[in-house]
């Protein structure tokens, strides 16, 4: 399989330019015109919302692909870089060349987009791609193969559906770069097994991501901004507000408030709310429900094995070695904590494994600063939640256990392109010098000229 697909790319069929754009206006025309049976099949997943599967799988993916086609002749372009004077004379540049074929494995939160919003990068660059869907996601999986299948030949873009055997068999091939979209013990696995081929990887990973309200905080805004981006896909999306900081000050009226927007969102019953997501399998049902300590329920907390469905939740006092803040929750369960000292809560969150994102709620620009440059975390918003992920232009990816690599946008293109370094150089000006025999009096001038004794 991988053979043919090595085959193409060595044909150069992928490396010109209209190609490339060709290549962008199928996907798009693809994703358009079937959007109502993505909808469908991400319905029938994930019972996500139809304005939620438009806004966070559709448009998303059809704003990074008009992103790169109107970038994409200035990316291809080499970077050019002045000589410095002892160098000279030659012109210096990197160019952009496309690393072969690549592996892009893919999770079932955002099962279409997170497929997909590799691939643009991947094609946009000159790839040639196998895409690994997720087998959790089985309507939307069978959809990217139907759909791929017709837009692309098979040796240039080839879906292989699958659980853990397929994609094991799918590492154990040497591909040119593996790009992976899941948790943090599968990013594990697929790293050792991109070591045997010395394979660079993409690891798109999770993690808990805080939240931090700070006494100067517009409390009605952030209410109902963090209870839009907690249960937005009912808290299954990987840079959703794990847990939240409240100043000590403000704990009553900010749970007031939660509430209250909770129900304004999703009704009384979150239940009969047709905008509200259910959990993707028993499996994940049953792991979020044993989270809940009910001594600490003050809000919701209600569920339906049958329809997978998990209320929307608040748990409050919460404390750090609680055991819903073990790992990443990925479940519409908010737990609620308390500081009273900024400086030393961004202390407590760096002594653990860095967060994919991070959020702060403050009017107050010192503030502003010590988050952006004391935190360590991969990307966030200040006032607000997830949207940062939207900007085409800003590089989204995590470190330490939330991942390692970047992409959307230019640095998309840049992560599936090898940067190769060229000095173009001329006959004219060739120093004697540089070539042995040396002579001590040319060393002693190198010496002075460099201040060395
Ligand atoms: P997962 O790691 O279980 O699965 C991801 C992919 O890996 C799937 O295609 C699956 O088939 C494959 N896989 C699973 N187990 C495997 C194994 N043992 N060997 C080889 N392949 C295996 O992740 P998930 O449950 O699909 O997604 C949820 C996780 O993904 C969360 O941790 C979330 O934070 C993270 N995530 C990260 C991003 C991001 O962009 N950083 C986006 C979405 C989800």
Redesign the pocket.
């Known amino acids: 399989m991988l053979q043919e697909l090595q085959n193409y790319f060595k044909s150069g069929a992928t490396l010109p330019y209209s190609f490339r754009q060709e290549s962008l206006s199928k996907l798009e025309k693809m994703v358009k015109e079937n959007s109502t049976q993505i909808c469908e099949a991400l319905y029938k997943d994930l019972h996500k919302p139809e304005q939620e599967s438009i806004l966070s799988e559709i448009v998303f993916l059809l704003e990074e692909i008009k992103f790169a086609k109107k970038n994409l002749k200035n990316w291809m372009k080499p970077d050019t870089f002045s000589t410095p004077l002892t160098l000279m004379p030659a012109k210096s540049s990197v160019h952009f060349q496309p690393l072969g074929v690549v592996l892009i494995?893919?999770?079932?939160?955002?099962p279409f987009q997170?497929a997909l919003a590799p691939l643009v990068a991947a094609l946009a660059a000159g790839n040639c791609a196998v895409l690994?869907?997720?087998?959790?996601t089985p309507h939307t999986s069978k959809l990217i193969f139907q759909l791929i299948s017709r837009t692309y030949s098979p040796d240039y873009v080839k879906v292989i559906e699958?659980?853990?055997q397929e994609?094991?068999s799918l590492?154990e091939q040497k591909f040119d770069h593996i790009f992976?979209?899941?948790?943090?013990?599968?990013?594990r696995?697929?790293m050792q097994a991109a070591v045997k081929n010395l394979t660079p990887v993409t690891l798109?990973?999770?993690?808990k991501s805080p939240v931090i309200v700070c006494e100067d905080a517009d409390l009605d805004l952030c209410a109902r901004r963090l209870v839009w981006a907690k249960f937005y896909n009912a808290g299954q999306?990987?840079?959703a507000p794990d847990y939240v900081f409240i100043h000590e000050s403000l704990k009553d009226e900010f749970i007031k408030k939660l509430i209250k927007e909770i129900k304004n969102q999703f009704g009384q019953e979150a239940q009969k709310s047709q905008d509200f997501s259910r959990i993707v399998n028993p499996k994940n049902w049953s792991r979020v429900l044993d989270l809940i300590d009910p001594s600490t329920l003050i809000y919701g907390g209600s569920s339906d094995q049958e329809t997978l469905y998990i209320e929307p939740t608040l748990l409050y006092p919460v404390q750090w070695d609680s055991l819903v803040m073990k790992d990443?929750i990925?479940g519409p369960l908010l737990p609620i904590l308390t500081f009273s000292d900024f400086s030393k809560l961004i202390q407590q969150i760096n002594d653990r494994p860095r967060p994919?994102s991070a959020y702060l709620f403050s009017s107050s620009p010192k503030k502003h600063t010590e988050f952006i440059e004391k935190l360590h975390f991969g990307g966030g918003c200040i006032n607000d939640l997830l949207i940062h992920l939207g900007h085409p232009e800003l590089p989204?990816?995590?470190l330490g256990e939330?991942?390692m690599g970047s992409y959307h946008g230019v640095t998309g293109f840049k992560t599936m392109s090898h940067a190769k370094s060229i000095m173009r150089r001329y006959g004219i000006f060739d120093f004697s010098a540089r070539y042995a025999p040396y002579e001590s009096k040319t060393l002693n001038l190198i010496k002075k000229l460099f201040g060395l004794k």
């Open positions: 494995i893919a999770p079932w939160n955002y997170l690994k869907p997720s087998e959790l699958g659980g853990v994609t094991t590492l992976f979209t899941g948790s943090t013990p599968v990013g696995i697929v798109e990973l999770g993690g999306t990987c840079v990443e990925f994919l989204f990816g995590g939330s991942g």
